[in-house]
């Protein structure tokens, strides 16, 4: 994955802190970064180097429940900056080939690595491989202290920027874009905000938005998953346990099994009664030393499949049945229920004349056609985690006009499996 993160000179809908999909593995913490040798006109050596330890600071300090950490390891000489793919975090003040372009102040190029890291609230992130900073070389720069003592000159404050380009290293996106109108101040005035003014360092102090969302990316977590010996996919009745670890100790739990019933235990047990899709939601509230009350959700979309043995849909006498086509061609209507998704993933269709087995066929709906006028017998199959069912019917087979021949509603239908050996098996024992 590789993102272009840009922070303009000079806002829809004011909303929180953005993502951009990428976060940092906790092993390769504290993140190591350098920077070129070329020294920026407008900045004394070495400046340079304090100005990108005061931003990384400012994380840190601002956001301690992210547990930030980053090591400064010195000066890649003769570096030919720009967009790479070598792993390495570095600064660049000298921009020969115009990346940045005019009206931006500093780019950060962010690569990922392609691995999946873990997915919440819908999103994937994948993790971070290297984030390089890149600062516009056709502007003047200014330091807090100059724009604290009346001394910028329409220059833009390096600190705020840098603060901000290590919010997008870190996997932050904007607070607000461009075209946003952004009435919120904590929105607006964020480091995240996707610009800033000339002599302007108020957004180098992160405000609670920044700290929010850098805190779901790095800050206290909690993760549960199934136990090894239960089944997320079966046939109701289904009893699931979880079990949990958090990366912080907490004061109170609250499990939302999706089915209305909830719970309060840490690692619980619960039973599905009925049939469908059910997504977990877990809500953690805790209390740290260094960040004080914090709290952390996570939300595990359709995480349990609970199964009946395959039904007639609602209204429907038969698991399926038939309409003539035209000539020995038929239609077969298959009418099992589908309301929950997944639990049929299994299907075989077997054609008889007398005993002998005359066609095998796997497909929802099929048409069937029949070598000869006679009398057949079709046989339904249909299985999932729940189990399987079965159906058949006797089919006059003759030649007819279109759609001249119809079956029965809901002829046929038998909660029985037929024990053939191209017929689907069952999962689960009942």
């Given at each position: 994955?590789?993102?272009?993160?840009?922070?303009?000179?000079?806002?829809?809908?004011?909303?929180?802190?953005?993502?951009?999909?990428?976060?940092?593995?906790?092993?390769?913490?504290?993140?190591?970064?350098?920077?070129?040798?070329?020294?920026?006109?407008?900045?004394?050596?070495?400046?340079?180097h304090e100005v990108i330890e005061t931003a990384y600071s400012?994380?840190?300090?601002?956001?301690?429940?992210?547990?930030?950490?980053?090591?400064?390891?010195?000066?890649?000489?003769?570096?030919?900056?720009?967009?790479?793919?070598?792993?390495?975090?570095?600064?660049?003040?000298?921009?020969?080939?115009?990346?940045?372009?005019?009206?931006?102040?500093?780019?950060?190029?962010?690569?990922?690595?392609?691995?999946?890291?873990?997915?919440?609230?819908?999103?994937?992130?994948?993790?971070?491989?290297?984030?390089?900073?890149?600062?516009?070389?056709?502007?003047?720069?200014?330091?807090?202290?100059?724009?604290?003592?009346?001394?910028?000159?329409?220059?833009?404050?390096?600190?705020?920027?840098?603060?901000?380009?290590?919010?997008?290293?870190?996997?932050?996106?904007?607070?607000?874009?461009?075209?946003?109108?952004?009435?919120?101040?904590?929105?607006?005035?964020?480091?995240?905000?996707?610009?800033?003014?000339?002599?302007?360092?108020?957004?180098?102090?992160?405000?609670?938005?920044?700290?929010?969302?850098?805190?779901?990316?790095?800050?206290?977590?909690?993760?549960?998953?199934?136990?090894?010996?239960?089944?997320?996919?079966?046939?109701?009745?289904?009893?699931?346990?979880?079990?949990?670890?958090c990366s912080e100790e907490y004061t109170s739990i609250t499990?939302?099994?999706?089915?209305?019933?909830?719970?309060?235990?840490?690692?619980?047990?619960?039973?599905?009664?009925?049939?469908?899709?059910?997504?977990?939601?877990?809500?953690?509230?805790?209390?740290?030393?260094?960040?004080?009350?914090?709290?952390?959700?996570?939300?595990?979309?359709?995480?349990?499949?609970?199964?009946?043995?395959?039904?007639?849909?609602?209204?429907?006498?038969?698991?399926?049945?038939?309409?003539?086509?035209?000539?020995?061609?038929?239609?077969?209507?298959?009418?099992?229920?589908?309301?929950?998704?997944?639990?049929?993933?299994?299907?075989?269709?077997?054609?008889?004349?007398?005993?002998?087995?005359?066609?095998?066929?796997?497909?929802?709906?099929?048409?069937?056609?029949?070598?000869?006028?006679?009398?057949?017998?079709?046989?339904?199959?249909?299985?999932?985690?729940?189990?399987?069912?079965?159906?058949?019917?006797?089919?006059?087979?003759?030649?007819?006009?279109?759609?001249?021949?119809?079956?029965?509603?809901?002829?046929?239908?038998?909660?029985?499996?037929?024990?053939?050996?191209?017929?689907?098996?069952?999962?689960?024992?009942?």
């Open positions: 994955m590789n993102a272009l993160l840009l922070l303009a000179m000079a806002g829809g809908d004011a909303h929180a802190w953005e993502h951009i999909g990428l976060v940092w593995d906790r092993d390769d913490f504290p993140i190591e970064w350098y920077i070129t040798d070329y020294v920026e006109d407008s900045l004394e050596d070495p400046y340079h400012n994380w840190e300090v601002d956001a301690p429940c992210a547990r930030l950490n980053f090591d400064n390891l010195g000066v890649r000489e003769g570096y030919n900056q720009g967009q790479t793919t070598e792993g390495i975090n570095t600064f660049a003040y000298d921009d020969p080939d115009d990346q940045v372009g005019s009206g931006t102040l500093a780019v950060t190029y962010t690569i990922g690595t392609g691995d999946v890291a873990f997915t919440r609230g819908g999103d994937t992130y994948q993790w971070y491989l290297e984030g390089d900073i890149i600062y516009n070389d056709d502007l003047g720069w200014a330091t807090t202290e100059d724009i604290a003592n009346g001394q910028c000159n329409n220059e833009y404050s390096v600190e705020a920027v840098t603060t901000h380009e290590i919010g997008h290293q870190l996997g932050m996106g904007h607070s607000c874009e461009q075209n946003d109108d952004c009435p919120d101040l904590d929105h607006r005035y964020a480091v995240m905000y996707w610009s800033t003014g000339p002599c302007d360092n108020y957004q180098g102090q992160l405000k609670d938005d920044d700290i929010e969302g850098i805190n779901a990316l790095y800050g206290p977590f909690c993760e549960f998953e199934a136990t090894e010996d239960s089944e997320r996919f079966g046939g109701a009745p289904l009893e699931i346990c979880f079990e949990l670890n499990w939302d099994f999706g089915d209305g019933n909830t719970s309060n235990e840490e690692s619980p047990c619960h039973t599905y009664e009925d049939k469908g899709q059910f997504t977990i939601n877990l809500a953690i509230e805790g209390e740290e030393e260094e960040c004080g009350t914090w709290e952390y959700t996570e939300r595990e979309q359709a995480f349990v499949l609970v199964c009946g043995e395959p039904e007639p849909s609602e209204g429907f006498g038969g698991l399926f049945t038939y309409e003539g086509v035209s000539g020995l061609t038929y239609q077969m209507i298959n009418q099992t229920d589908t309301s929950v998704y997944g639990c049929i993933d299994q299907i075989a269709w077997h054609v008889f004349k007398g005993e002998e087995l005359v066609q095998e066929i796997q497909a929802w709906s099929p048409k069937i056609e029949f070598a000869e006028e006679g009398d057949y017998r079709v046989v339904l199959n249909v299985g999932g985690p729940g189990g399987v069912s079965a159906a058949e019917l006797n089919i006059e087979v003759t030649e007819v006009s279109e759609g001249c021949v119809t079956a029965p509603v809901g002829a046929g239908f038998a909660s029985l499996f037929i024990g053939l050996g191209a017929a689907v098996r069952r999962r689960r024992s009942v």
